[in-house]
C-alpha cells in the first residue's frame, strides 16, 4: 500500500509565502509522476503543479511564476514552494502520485502482468490567504 501525507499548510497574508511538502510511504511502487492537485469551497479540483521522475514540469498557468514544484527520488518526497499568495490561492491542495506495480518474473520486467497507471492521493492540507 502507498501512503501520502502533506504538511504545510496554515493561514497567510497576501503576497506572503509557503512551502507544502508531501512524504510518500510504501515499497515496490514505481513513481513516474507527482503533483499537486487544488479544490477551492465550491469549485472543481484543478492540477497545481506536476512534475515527472526526469523532473519535466508543468504549471497552471495561475501559479506560473509564483510556485515552484521539486521532488527527492531518494527520499520520495515532494514540495511545493509557493510565493506571492492570494487570496484566489485559498484551497484545500492534494498531493498526487501516479506509478506502476510492476511484476517480474526473475529479473525481467513483465509489463502484461504490471499494474500501470495506479494513482494515490493524500488527504489534503489547507491553505488559507487572507489578511
Known amino acids: 500500500q502507498v501512503q501520502l501525507v502533506e504538511s504545510g499548510g496554515g493561514l497567510v497574508q497576501p503576497g506572503g509565502s509557503l512551502r507544502l511538502s508531501c512524504a510518500v510511504s510504501g515499497s515496490d511502487f514505481s513513481i513516474y509522476a507527482m503533483a499537486w492537485y487544488r479544490q477551492a469551497p465550491g469549485k472543481q479540483r484543478e492540477l497545481v503543479a506536476a512534475?515527472?521522475?526526469?523532473?519535466?514540469?508543468n504549471y497552471a498557468d495561475s501559479v506560473k511564476g509564483r510556485f515552484t514544484i521539486a521532488r527527492d527520488n531518494v527520499k520520495n518526497t515532494m514540495s511545493l514552494q509557493m510565493n506571492s499568495l492570494k487570496p484566489e490561492d485559498t484551497a484545500v491542495y492534494y498531493c498526487?502520485?501516479?506509478?506502476?506495480?510492476?511484476?517480474?518474473?526473475?529479473?525481467?520486467?513483465?509489463?502484461?502482468?504490471?499494474?500501470?497507471?495506479?494513482?494515490?492521493w493524500g488527504k489534503g492540507t489547507l491553505v488559507t490567504v487572507s489578511s
Open positions: 512534475i515527472t521522475s526526469g523532473d519535466n514540469t
Open positions: 498526487n502520485v501516479e506509478g506502476v506495480w510492476p511484476y517480474y518474473s526473475g529479473t525481467n520486467y513483465d509489463s502484461s502482468r504490471s499494474l500501470d497507471g495506479v494513482e494515490y
